[in-house]
């Protein structure tokens, strides 16, 4: 039988192993310091993947020791799973969607589009204020990473405005 919890421990281990694997690709510069720029996401990965092998460890520890009427229960707690899994698929879907056409619109329209729809997706009524959400969050977000931090974002269609 397989619980949640097992699907879970997978997931996050097989995300902290691509993510040590693409984290030990960074290459060093000269100007590194003694940790380098791999250190932190090394670490990230091996936390990650330390942590689903326990959660994975843990959950089939729970399924042996469980009794035939709790492992019934378990498995029960799969019933309408489905749905939520689509619910997340459509997240997911927004989040591709949004690195499609970042390049192109930029990261302020991208943006402007990206959060009124995951909003209306969520649940909230069309209308004025998810649009006014989305282009005060997209201006709040571009002005901080991309003028106060100096974190260069895509400018799609504005590059000519010099923003």
């Known amino acids: 039988m ?3 919890d097992m699907v879970g421990g997978a997931a996050a281990s097989l ?25 932190l996401p090394l670490v990230y990965g091996w936390l ?3 942590l689903g092998l326990v959660l994975l460890a843990q959950a089939f520890i729970a399924v042996l020791r469980a009794s035939p009427a709790e492992r019934a229960k378990q498995a029960d707690a799969w019933s309408g799973q489905g ?7 459509g997240l997911l879907a927004f ?6 056409i970042v390049e192109t619109l930029g990261y302020l329209l991208s943006l402007a589009v990206l959060i009124p729809a995951v909003a209306i997706y969520l649940g909230a009524r069309f209308g004025w204020r998810p649009l006014a959400v989305g282009v005060g969050g997209a201006v709040v977000l571009w002005l901080m990473f991309d003028k106060l931090l100096g974190v260069g974002m895509p400018e799609g269609v504005l590059r000519g405005l010099g923003l």
């Open 15 to 39: 995300i902290g192993a691509l993510y040590l694997f693409y984290a030990s690709q960074l290459r060093p510069s000269s100007l590194a310091d003694s940790v380098g720029p791999q250190g």
């Open 48 to 50: 990650t993947l330390a």
């Open 83 to 89: 749905r939520r899994i689509l619910w997340a698929a």
């Open 2 to 4: 397989i619980t949640r």
């Open 95 to 100: 989040a591709v969607g949004y690195l499609l």
